[in-house]
């Protein structure tokens, strides 16, 4: 199925083994249901890696940007609870952007899923959007076994924004500019190999993209919904 809304917080991250446990209890009971309370936060999923540079990866969809940049959101990031003090402290190589869905096509939620984070320069920017809009990501779309695919674009402004929790883990986050999410259903192997596939480097540089292409494969653990 489509992302719902219009914006989604897309975070990639490591947990130091002695924090695994921490993480776990407060990820699943305080931090997703109090991010889920947030007016307008519609959506929150954790992955687990299966061949992923980060071991986990959280997404968060939001009815619009204005949710993401507004004052509500920015107040809870900024005043962390002793528990999520505790528990980012335990937080390793952190990836977060706040990001426009540019496009989302599908027809489920997928149990698998691949993300790839890329960069497009600023004067290709317009044309790569409309080739992955009009044929590639749609072509992806049909594929079997795929569930969804998805184009998230970083608000860079609003993504660069220091807070609060991301001083209490000590590092500053990198921002992924440009992230495709591709959802499947099927066996990891197979799934696996059609990311690689549909996302090859080759490919994504014929249409644009520049630089490192980041593809990391992930399994599904645990969703929380909102209520607005």
């Not at 490591?14 to 924090?19: K, R, V, Y």
């Not at 695994?20 to 947030?38: C, K, N, S, V």
């Not at 749609?138 to 998805?150: E, F, K, Q, R």
Request: charged fraction near 20%; charge should be negative.
């Amino acid at each position: 199925m489509a992302l719902l809304g219009h914006a989604a917080v897309a975070i990639w991250h490591d947990i130091a083994p002695e924090g695994r446990d921490t993480f776990y209890a407060w990820h699943g009971q305080e931090h997703m249901p109090e991010r889920l309370g947030i007016p307008g936060f519609l959506r929150g999923r954790r992955y687990i890696g299966i061949g992923a540079r980060h071991e986990f990866f959280n997404l968060y969809e939001a009815r619009s940007m204005d949710v993401l940049l507004g004052n509500a959101y920015a107040d809870r990031v900024n005043a962390p609870t002793p528990w999520t003090i505790a528990a980012v402290r335990h937080f390793r190589s952190v990836s977060r952007s706040l990001c426009h869905v540019r496009d989302s096509f599908g027809v489920a939620q997928g149990g698998l899923l691949a993300t790839l984070r890329y960069d497009v320069p600023a004067s290709d920017a317009e044309e790569h959007l409309d080739l992955l809009s009009r044929q590639f990501l749609p072509t992806i779309a049909t594929l079997s076994g795929v569930a969804g695919i998805h184009l998230l674009v970083a608000d860079a402004a609003g993504s660069g924004e220091p807070n609060a929790e991301e001083r209490a883990r000590g590092v500053a986050n990198v921002v992924p500019r440009w992230v495709i999410l591709l959802e499947g259903w099927g066996d990891e192997r197979p799934f696996t190999a059609l990311a690689h596939a549909q996302l090859d480097a080759q490919k994504m540089h014929a249409i644009g993209a520049v630089g490192a292409m980041d593809l990391d494969t992930y399994r599904h653990q645990i969703t929380h919904t909102g209520s607005a």
